[in-house]
């Protein structure tokens, strides 16, 4: 099993992805409350080379010699990306050894100020930051960011970024009912993201469970509903991930990959079928096994019960 790449699995946003995670458990620059990694253990802004570039380079290549390319490399993970000080380094030699597959950086845009990084990103294919929040008081109470971090850097640092970027910037907008869905700060974001001017804006809310108990997803009415209030045309709501294919390219190796991918990030049987592309009945059963054995445990939640590892704090978080 690799210790830095994690997938493929069916994205959302990107088909088939296969995820690069280049910061331990937890290193972030944010602490969000609907995190689904758990919390930040170690919230810095400080870039390093928080795990070997050559092992992971040495990971890529071992994986593209035995599997034929992913439709993305997406630099997510347990943390933030662009805490790695060889992100640039790393995005080039994939460029370089699988120059048909394409990147993408998922950032939570906390360095974008840093020309530095906003150069190494410029080598992506597709960065997708986030921004929740558009005044100072939401931004530090959702996602809880570094002292180090002010949101005005951050926007204008987006903003310089789009400027320059030749690529495409997907940028998400996780909606959380009680803390960024009133009035004001809904026109805050607007006006922000009028000025970012991202190819796509993506509406998305809770899906899993987060750091914070007792957290609501928004409905999608409220999430079209903002959509359709902003009236941004590249403003949309984002679906449900298409389904793995059956090919055998992808992994389907049973109880391997339901802890690899429960260690990432919380699921129901459903996500996990889906994901894998593996029967509903299977996952079912594996999971019984599993749970038995206490190598998951199950949280009761609105869209279900969801699964995670039991080291899941040890083993990292996903896209
Ligand atoms: S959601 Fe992303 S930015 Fe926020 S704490 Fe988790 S890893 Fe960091």
């Given at each position: 099993?690799?210790?830095?790449?994690?997938?493929?699995?069916?994205?959302?946003?990107?088909?088939?992805?296969?995820?690069?995670?280049?910061?331990?458990?937890?290193?972030?620059?944010?602490?969000?409350?609907?995190?689904?990694?758990?919390?930040?253990?170690?919230?810095?802004?400080?870039?390093?080379?928080?795990?070997?570039?050559?092992e992971v380079s040495?990971?890529?290549?071992?994986?593209?010699?035995?599997?034929?390319?992913?439709?993305?490399?997406?630099?997510?993970?347990?943390?933030?990306?662009?805490?790695?000080?060889?992100?640039?380094?790393?995005?080039?030699?994939?460029?370089?050894?699988?120059?048909?597959?394409?990147?993408?950086?998922?950032?939570?845009?906390?360095?974008?100020?840093?020309?530095?990084?906003?150069?190494?990103l410029a080598t992506?294919?597709?960065?997708?930051?986030?921004?929740?929040?558009?005044?100072?008081?939401?931004?530090?109470?959702?996602?809880?960011?570094?002292?180090?971090?002010?949101?005005?850097?951050?926007?204008?640092?987006?903003?310089?970024?789009?400027?320059?970027?030749?690529?495409?910037?997907?940028?998400?907008?996780?909606?959380?009912?009680?803390?960024?869905?009133?009035?004001?700060?809904?026109?805050?974001?607007?006006?922000?993201?009028?000025?970012?001017?991202?190819?796509?804006?993506?509406?998305?809310?809770?899906?899993?469970?987060?750091?914070?108990?007792?957290?609501?997803?928004?409905?999608?009415?409220?999430?079209?509903?903002?959509?359709?209030?902003?009236?941004?045309?590249?403003?949309?709501?984002?679906?449900?991930?298409?389904?793995?294919?059956?090919?055998?390219?992808?992994?389907?190796?049973?109880?391997?990959?339901?802890?690899?991918?429960?260690?990432?990030?919380?699921?129901?049987?459903?996500?996990?079928?889906?994901?894998?592309?593996?029967?509903?009945?299977?996952?079912?059963?594996?999971?019984?096994?599993?749970?038995?054995?206490?190598?998951?445990?199950?949280?009761?939640?609105?869209?279900?019960?969801?699964?995670?590892?039991?080291?899941?704090?040890?083993?990292?978080?996903?896209?």
């Amino acid at each position: 099993m690799y210790q830095y790449l994690f997938g493929p699995v069916p994205s959302r946003r990107l088909g088939m992805s296969l995820g690069v995670d280049l910061v331990p458990h937890k290193v972030c620059s944010f602490n969000c409350v609907y995190c689904e990694c758990g919390k930040t253990t170690r919230l810095t802004v400080a870039r390093d080379a928080y795990v070997p570039a050559a092992e992971v380079s040495a990971e890529l290549e071992h994986y593209l010699a035995h599997h034929r390319a992913p439709d993305f490399f997406t630099f997510s993970g347990a943390g933030e990306p662009t805490l790695h000080s060889q992100l640039g380094e790393i995005l080039t030699f994939i460029r370089r050894r699988a120059p048909e597959a394409r990147t993408a950086v998922i950032t939570n845009a906390s360095l974008l100020d840093d020309p530095q990084v906003r150069a190494e990103l410029a080598t992506a294919d597709v960065v997708m930051p986030s921004l929740d929040a558009a005044t100072e008081r939401t931004f530090r109470r959702l996602d809880r960011p570094s002292p180090r971090v002010r949101l005005a850097p951050l926007i204008e640092g987006l903003v310089a970024f789009r400027d320059a970027f030749a690529g495409q910037m997907w940028l998400e907008v996780v909606i959380l009912p009680g803390y960024n869905d009133h009035p004001e700060e809904l026109a805050a974001l607007r006006a922000a993201l009028e000025r970012i001017r991202a190819d796509r804006i993506q509406l998305n809310t809770l899906d899993r469970p987060g750091t914070e108990v007792d957290l609501q997803p928004a409905s999608r009415a409220q999430l079209e509903q903002i959509a359709a209030d902003w009236g941004l045309e590249n403003a949309h709501v984002v679906a449900a991930a298409p389904a793995a294919p059956a090919d055998a390219g992808y992994r389907a190796d049973g109880d391997a990959a339901l802890l690899a991918t429960l260690a990432r990030r919380p699921c129901t049987a459903d996500d996990l079928a889906r994901l894998l592309g593996l029967p509903e009945g299977e996952v079912a059963e594996r999971l019984a096994a599993l749970e038995a054995a206490g190598q998951i445990t199950a949280v009761a939640q609105e869209r279900g019960l969801f699964y995670q590892a039991t080291d899941r704090a040890a083993r990292g978080g996903a896209e």
